[in-house]
């Protein structure tokens, strides 16, 4: 492989690693409201036992399991970009 492709491949993965990491910080400060709202309304939902509170506790939760595989997902890019940015360096 020629040097001049694998260093623009290797700066194109810099930028989608770079990118990726930054949604990371992002999904996870989510994460973190969208949990503690989850938490908030099963324990509304508990004391209240009304149907209109459950149902806000299930929408809170989905929520927030959504933002858990957004996170998982981010994670798993992450881990390939990297993988893919050592291969790169290891041809130059």
């Known amino acids: ?11 194109d993965v810099h930028t989608r690693l770079v990118k990726a990491r930054h949604e990371l910080a992002i ?5 973190l ?11 509304r ?3 209240s036992e009304t149907p209109q509170a459950t149902h806000e506790h299930l929408d809170a939760q989905r929520h927030a399991d959504a ?5 998982a997902a981010l994670v798993a ?3 390939d970009l990297e993988r893919r ?8």
């Open 45 to 47: 939902s508990l004391v």
């Open 27 to 31: 999904v996870e400060e989510q994460l």
């Open 85 to 92: 940015r050592d291969e790169l360096l290891a041809k130059l």
């Open 1 to 11: 492989m020629r040097r001049s492709f694998v260093e623009r491949s290797l700066r």
């Open 33 to 43: 409201v969208f949990n503690d709202a989850a938490d908030d309304s099963r324990i």
């Open 77 to 79: 890019t992450i881990a």
């Open 67 to 71: 933002a858990t595989r957004a996170r």
